[in-house]
């Protein structure tokens, strides 16, 4: 699986931006895909994932301002980021997930960089 994620950039707080990642390869219609961040001298978090089956699940810092939904038919998923904060600045990792066989498999994009000054 491969994943191409777009749409980072610089913003001023309080704007938007959205992300983009699209999967290729071995899809199978049952995974979860999602965005994760790292901010400098951070670990990676959890921001946002959402199953095929449409269950989505947001960290705390960023319900309400956050929106991520897919497209089944391109196997891509979108963040929508508004409201955004310089403690959002981070490099963003797009993420996807399947099971087979009881195993988890991951698999990460490039990573986009997101940079909201204050």
């Known amino acids: 699986v491969q994943l191409q994620a777009s749409g980072g950039g610089l913003v001023q707080a309080g704007g938007s931006l959205r992300l983009s990642c699209s999967a290729s390869g071995s899809i199978f219609s049952l995974n979860v895909m999602g965005w994760y961040r790292q901010a400098p001298g951070k670990p990676r978090e959890l921001v946002a994932v959402?199953?095929?089956?449409?269950?989505?699940n947001y960290v705390d810092s960023v319900k309400g301002r956050f929106t991520i939904s897919r497209d089944n038919a391109k196997n891509t998923v979108y963040l929508q980021m508004n409201s955004l904060k310089p403690e959002d600045t981070a490099v963003y990792y797009c993420?996807?997930?399947?099971?087979?066989?009881?195993?988890?498999?991951?698999?990460w994009g490039q990573g986009t960089q997101v940079t909201v000054s204050s």
């Open positions: 959402v199953a095929s089956g449409g269950g989505a």
């Open positions: 993420h996807y997930r399947v099971w087979i066989s009881a195993t988890a498999y991951d698999y």
